[in-house]
């Protein structure tokens, strides 16, 4: 298995479906993110767990809601989302605070 | 003023030359800061990071840090195609905990 995996790689949703998007690591590290890529713009900081706790909400929508049931695995439940959320949605994972991300392959997300 | 700033380009190096990317940032107590490669349709990854004054050097990349004139850059020698992505400076900004805070990115087009 590859260090941080994510599925699933493509999505498409209206905006009143509800999905979810799954994010597992693999390399034993204690810290998890959520980061949202949108053309053009930095990456935004969406979610911070360390030790499965939530440490950062960087004032993210509540149509955005993240899950995090151990130190291994993530998830972002996404329901109600409006067009402009459509971007690539990035896990990562690093240990403890070195800043060191390791980041999946992403989840590109179109609502229409 | 944005806290990480970069250049968004593109850059366009022929191969063989040396390629010289930029990143300025505004939270003069920052002490950590990071390169990221990302290529096209793929997701970021670390490929250095430095933490004192001076320069660093892993291989044909070299990070300089200069605290004092808060700017951070990468030197690509030997620029190769395979290089042509888009590189991200990362800086983590005092009391950011695990936050890493990100430019928008400078894409870097070798040319054979």
């Known amino acids: 298995e590859t260090g941080v995996t994510q599925t699933p790689r493509h999505l498409v949703m209206g905006m009143t479906n509800k999905k979810s998007l799954k994010c597992e690591q693999h390399?034993?590290?204690?810290?998890m993110y959520w980061y949202k890529q949108s053309a053009k713009k930095p990456l935004e900081l969406m979610f911070v767990?360390?030790?499965?706790?939530?440490?950062e909400n960087n004032s993210v929508p509540s149509r955005f809601s993240p899950e995090c049931p151990n130190s291994s695995h993530l998830f972002l439940h996404l329901h109600t989302l409006q067009p402009e959320d459509s971007a690539l949605y990035l896990c990562?994972?690093?240990?403890?605070?070195?800043?060191?991300?390791?980041f999946g392959s992403g989840t590109q997300l179109s609502v229409l | 003023q944005k806290e990480v700033e970069q250049n968004s380009g593109p850059l366009s190096v022929p191969e063989g030359a040396i390629a010289s990317l930029n990143c300025t940032y505004s939270?003069?107590?920052?002490?950590?800061f990071f390169w990221y490669r990302q290529y096209s349709g793929k997701s970021p990854e670390l490929i250095m990071s430095?933490?004192?004054?001076g320069d660093k050097e892993d291989g044909r990349f070299t990070a300089q840090l200069n605290k004092a004139s808060q700017y951070v850059s990468l030197l690509i020698r030997d620029s190769q195609p395979s290089d042509s992505a888009t590189y991200l400076c990362?800086?983590?900004?005092?009391?950011?905990?695990?936050?890493?805070?990100f430019g928008t990115g400078t894409q870097l087009k070798v040319e054979l």
């Open positions: 767990y360390n030790f499965k706790e939530q440490t």
């Open positions: 990562a994972s690093s240990q403890d605070s070195a800043g060191k991300l390791f």
């Open positions: 990362a800086v983590k900004l005092t009391g950011g905990g695990n936050k890493l805070t």
């Open positions: 939270d003069r107590g920052s002490q950590s």
């Open positions: 390399l034993g590290h204690n810290a």
């Open positions: 430095i933490y004192s004054n």
